[in-house]
Every structure is written in C-alpha cells, then in structure tokens.
C-alpha cells in the first residue's frame, strides 16, 4: 500500500534536519596552522603502515642493515605468503565471515529496535534491560559455553561455526533502540493513518532515514568481525577453514626462523579488505557518529 501525503511530509520533516559544519571564525582565520597540524598528524599516523610497505620488500639481511630503500624480496614474500601459505583462502573465509555476520547484525538489530520502540509486549523492559547487560559480557566470558553448544550441533570446521553465534548484536540493538526513539513520533501515527505494515513502515520509513547507522553499525561489525582470533583458533582446526587473523599468527615462523618482510606483506594484504569497506561506508559512518553526537 502506498503511504500516503501525512507520511511523506513527516518524512520530509525527519530528514530535513542537516548539521552545518562549514566553520567561521576560528578555521577560517587560521586555516595554515590548522591544516599543518592536520599533515604531521597523517604523516604520524601513515609512518607505521609505509615501514610495513617498505619492510614488505625486503629480505631480513636488508632489514637488518636498516636500509631505506625498497629491497630484492618482493616477489619471494608474495610467492610465499600466497601460494606456499595460502593467505587468499584465508582472506576469502574471512570475508564470507565478515559480510555473513555483519548482513545478519544489521538485520536483527533493526528488528529489535524497530520491536523495542515500536511494539507493546509484556516485558519488554526486562528484555531490554538482559540485552543491555549482555554488553557488559565479553565473548571470552562465553567461549566455554559457545564451544560446547557449537560442539553438541556439530559445527565445528564449519562456516556456520564463524557465523551464528554472532550473528546477534546488543550493540546494534541498542543503537538502534535509540536512534528510532529520538525519530518524531508522527511517523508511526501517519503510516497507522495510511493503513502501512509495521514491515513497509519499516522498510518504506524507517531504513531510509538510517543509513548513516547503518553504515557506522556495518563498518564497526565489518572490523570487529574482521580482526577476530581467539573464537576462530578454537573452532576451527582444518586449515582451509581458518581466517586471516590466525594465518597471520602462522607466518611469524617461516622456514627457521621469524621472517619480517612476509609478515609485513601479510599484513598489508589482510588491511585491504576492512580499508576498503571503510572508504565505500565513510561518509554514512562518519555521518552517523556526526547524527549521534548532535541527537
């Protein structure tokens, strides 16, 4: 069913709202100071990486001498880290992990926060109140317990192992929890007007004036998932099953001793998946910690 003109203009209302960043008087005065101060902290922060990028290309001996320039060992390093240690079966479980349990967050927290607001249910404080304390539990609380049950289903060295149990986030419910709560009320009473579903006021109102949540609860996912060691080295004992975190862990030993410049690459290598869903979500990430912090 169509929502109607009440819906549309309380929609309109909702997302007029726009935060002005263009800055007077001080930024615009003293622009040459700000924007140094701006590059020697990039730089600071890009030095780590670019050490990495050049450590990449050399062999130990190299690496030894301190040298300064890119070295002789680039090729070997790849050949290794990619074919003899098969980091692209690594990269990919991870990614298959990341965007599975990320896509299944983001759907269950849009579900609680749409069934926290928006419903009536006995208990729904309580309820609330047991999702809240979950996020005072750190995973390595529950390991033990999620080992056992994963174990009793029989998922262990399985995709399924990576995924379910994360597969729900308190985070994501409670972002979402507040970020429909501070919506104007209007929107539910004019798609009760217009006869909509809870499902198409969800997905006709309520997403499109979320992405920037979205985007930030996604990225944040996306990382965590990403960068997760301790559950996968656990669960997980065939190696064309493993995720990059542990791959990572294996190259610190080739041939007879640790090797810097395999490393380095591995490394590398393993942070363009999480940068580049970082660059695709940055403006809705950005924006919804910008919608937060002025709610």
Same mark, same amino acid.
């Given at each position: 069913?169509a *929502? ?16 002005n960043v ?5 930024f ?11 590059? $020697? ?7 780590p ?8 290309t ?10 300064? +320039?890119?070295? +002789?060992?680039?090729?070997?390093h790849f050949?290794?880290v ?5 980091l692209?079966r ?10 599975? *349990? ?15 607001v ?10 609330f ?5 979950? $996020?005072?539990m750190?995973?390595e ?24 149990p ?11 929890? %507040? ?9 539910a ?13 969800l997905?006709?109102i ?12 996604a ?8 960068n ?10 065939d190696q064309?099953?493993? *995720?990059i975190?542990?791959?990572l862990?294996?190259? %610190? ?14 490394a ?13 979500? %940055?403006?809705p ?11």
């Amino acid at each position: 069913m169509a *929502v109607r003109s009440r819906t549309r203009e309380a929609v309109n209302n909702a997302g007029g709202l726009s935060l002005n960043v263009e800055g007077t008087g001080w930024f615009r005065g003293h622009s040459w100071p700000v924007h140094v101060a701006l590059w $020697l902290a990039m730089m600071v922060i890009l030095f780590p990486m670019a050490y990495a990028a050049l450590v990449a290309t050399q062999t130990n001996a190299e690496v030894f001498r301190f040298q300064l +320039t890119p070295g +002789t060992g680039l090729a070997d390093h790849f050949d290794q880290v990619w074919n003899d240690r098969n980091l692209g079966r690594y990269m990919w479980n991870s990614t298959v992990q990341a965007v599975l *349990v990320t896509a299944a967050k983001t759907v269950l927290s849009l579900l609680a926060g749409l069934a926290f607001v928006y419903f009536k249910f006995r208990g729904k404080w309580i309820v609330f109140f047991f999702v809240l304390i979950t $996020l005072m539990m750190p995973t390595e609380v529950m390991i033990l317990a999620l080992f056992r049950f994963v174990s009793f289903l029989g998922w262990k060295d399985s995709m399924a192992a990576l995924v379910v149990p994360f597969a729900a986030s308190a985070t994501g419910a409670f972002l979402f929890r %507040q970020h429909f709560a501070n919506l104007p009320r209007d929107l539910a009473e004019a798609s009760q007007i217009d006869g909509a579903s809870p499902f198409q006021f969800l997905f006709r109102i309520l997403i499109p004036l979320s992405w920037n949540a979205i985007g930030a609860l996604a990225v944040i996912q996306f990382v965590f998932v990403w960068n997760m060691y301790l559950w996968p080295v656990l669960i997980i004992s065939d190696q064309q099953e493993q *995720v990059i975190q542990v791959g990572l862990q294996g190259l %610190q030993g080739i041939d007879t001793g640790l090797t810097f410049g395999p490393l380095m690459l591995a490394a590398l290598l393993a942070s363009i998946p999480p940068t580049l869903v970082f660059i695709a979500l %940055q403006k809705p990430f950005m924006s919804g910690f910008a919608l937060g912090a002025d709610k």
